[in-house]
């Protein structure tokens, strides 16, 4: 076990976890206790019952989320289960309220059925402004957050499937700067269509990319083997692959722009690096070993490259994207987070790099850089109103 694995456990540890509650109003006199409980708390409840929007004025609603697992896909560790998850739903939580000072409850919920994640979280959903859905695998993930989506009125984000896709979105948009290729031009091969990989390539549609190739563990996306894929993979056969050519990664790579990987280690060699077309782009995000090392892709000729690691340029960091993304829907009281929205966060965060510093080095900000929330949710709040899913301004 390194270092740091030691240094967290006993953070962990000496803690007891990461999470406390604290109080927003006194409680040290008899009648601090009548305002903040009985008799006085009676009034924001006649209020609440009368208009239950109010909710959003008298309680924590208008800035409280819950981070709900099930524990079935945990960082790289797999279904390890709730209670072995909770230590990352805390994680998680501390990241929302430093970052986008928004009050997180981690909910681990001991069961792996679709349906009863679906009516649990329905049933606490009163309780807060919104849900983010976390390390649940795919495809079930997609069909749960489809559901609440459609079935409240609150935001609903399964952050490994959009966040991800923010990030790499903004990552991307910045690359193409660096290397003068715009997005329409490019091809794209995306290695892993799951959760992360099947929303990457939705929202780089959405940028403007013609061309994308999805792999996964059994080869290439084809249309015509759509009898054999789940509903989330069928729904990528018909917008990838436009030529439904049958090809190995390596050959696939041959024709690329781009390769984004959310697979497994050591799966892009040197030489399908070096195959790849001039001024290539990799973001090689499993972990915590990438598909291909940094020094590595750098060697083979790759321009600009970035990974899901801190120890690395170009970071691709999800708490880039969601407390900022958070934080802008609970502002402006969002029904739910659309497209425009994730579009706008991702916009939103590529802006915060200037032209005068964008380099092959620098297509990103740090995960700590405190105007990121900040910049985010200013441009998720106003997509918000423009598209009218916003209750207030």
């Not at 079935?151 to 003068?180: C, M, R, S, W, Y």
């Not at 994308?212 to 056969?237: C, M, P, R, S, W």
């Not at 032209?355 to 092959?360: A, G, I, P, Q, V």
Request: glycine share 8%; hydrophobic share 45%.
């Amino acid at each position: 076990m390194s270092d740091v694995y030691q240094e967290a456990l006993k953070l962990h540890e000496t803690a007891k976890g990461k999470l406390e509650v604290g109080l927003k109003v006194s409680l040290d006199k008899k009648e601090d206790l009548s305002l903040a409980y009985t008799p006085g708390v009676a009034q924001p409840c006649r209020e609440i019952a009368k208009n239950p929007d109010e909710a959003y004025k008298y309680t924590w609603k208008s800035n409280s989320v819950a981070v709900v697992t099930d524990g079935t896909a945990v960082l790289g560790l797999g279904d390890i289960g709730p209670a072995a998850a909770l230590p990352v739903m805390e994680g998680k939580s501390i990241l929302f309220k430093k970052f986008g000072n928004v009050d997180a409850v981690p909910i681990c919920l001991d069961t792996k059925d679709p349906k009863e994640i679906i009516q649990i979280v329905k049933s606490i959903a009163p309780g807060f402004g919104g849900i983010n859905l976390e390390d649940i695998s795919a495809p079930r993930c997609v069909e749960i957050e489809r559901t609440l989506i459609e079935e409240l009125d609150i935001p609903v984000f399964h952050d490994d499937q959009h966040g991800t896709a923010i990030v790499v979105t903004a990552g991307l948009i910045n690359a193409l700067k660096v290397v003068n290729k715009k997005a329409e031009d490019i091809t794209v091969v995306v290695s892993g269509t799951g959760a992360a990989g099947s929303s990457i390539i939705k929202m780089i549609k959405q940028l403007g990319v013609k061309e994308i190739y999805g792999f996964n563990i059994n080869g290439i996306v084809l249309k015509e083997d759509q009898e054999h894929y789940d509903f989330l993979t069928k729904e990528l056969a018909e917008i990838t692959n436009s030529q439904n050519k049958r090809m190995t990664m390596a050959e696939a790579l041959k024709e690329a722009d781009v390769f984004i990987g959310v697979s497994a280690p050591k799966l892009l060699t040197k030489e399908m690096a070096a195959g790849m077309k001039k001024d290539a782009i990799v973001f090689a995000m499993a972990n915590p070993e990438p598909e291909i090392m940094y020094d590595d892709a750098i060697a083979a000729g790759v321009r600009v490259m970035g990974t899901g690691r801190s120890d690395f340029p170009n970071q691709i960091n999800n708490v880039l994207a969601f407390p900022g993304l958070f934080r802008g829907a609970l502002d402006v009281r969002a029904k739910k987070i659309n497209e425009e929205m994730k579009l706008a966060a991702a916009m939103g965060l590529a802006s915060l790099v200037s032209e005068d510093e964008l380099s092959e080095t620098y297509i990103i900000p740090g995960a700590m850089d405190p105007r990121v929330a900040k910049v985010v949710a200013k441009a998720v709040s106003e997509a918000a109103v423009r598209t009218q899913v916003a209750r207030t301004e």
